[in-house]
């Protein structure tokens, strides 16, 4: 079965910074010779996570809001008190979300909803340069 991989870089700026990265993921897609199949994107590290949203301000504001609301960054966590990086909340909130997503490709196009997008959430406590890896499984 053939496979195609590819990577890309997107700069973030941490403190759950949610990103569409949708169109690169596409672009992905297009240039690959995958026409019916599975196409996976990963973000490697333990502070990043990959969901899909709306990606319109007020969904955008209310996800970071929940998010929040669920593991809140003022909270003592004991990775801080062990590493004294400040950023606990990050790998628990990561660790939630996930680091990928996969989605079907039928006909060549990605089985996305109308308004749904496909964002890198990075939930660190400072800018990152994040890689972005995309695996597209199928014929």
């Known amino acids: 079965m053939p496979v195609d991989s590819s990577t890309f870089q997107i700069k973030t700026n941490g403190a759950t910074d949610i990103l569409d990265i949708t169109p690169p993921i596409e672009r992905a897609l297009q240039g690959s010779k995958i026409v019916n199949g599975l196409l996976t994107v990963f973000v490697p590290g333990s502070t990043a996570g990959i969901t ?53 490709v039928i006909d060549g196009d990605l089985q996305l909803g109308t308004w749904q997008q496909i964002i890198l959430v990075d939930f660190d406590n400072r800018a990152r340069n994040r890689e972005i890896s995309i695996q597209i499984v199928g014929e």
């Open 52 to 104: 899909t949203i709306e990606y319109e301000p007020g969904v955008v504001n209310d996800f970071r809001k929940a998010i929040e609301r669920l593991i809140p960054d003022t909270l003592q966590y004991d990775h801080d008190a062990r590493w004294g990086d400040g950023n606990g909340y990050s790998h628990v909130r990561a660790a939630l979300l996930g680091p990928s997503l996969t989605v079907p």
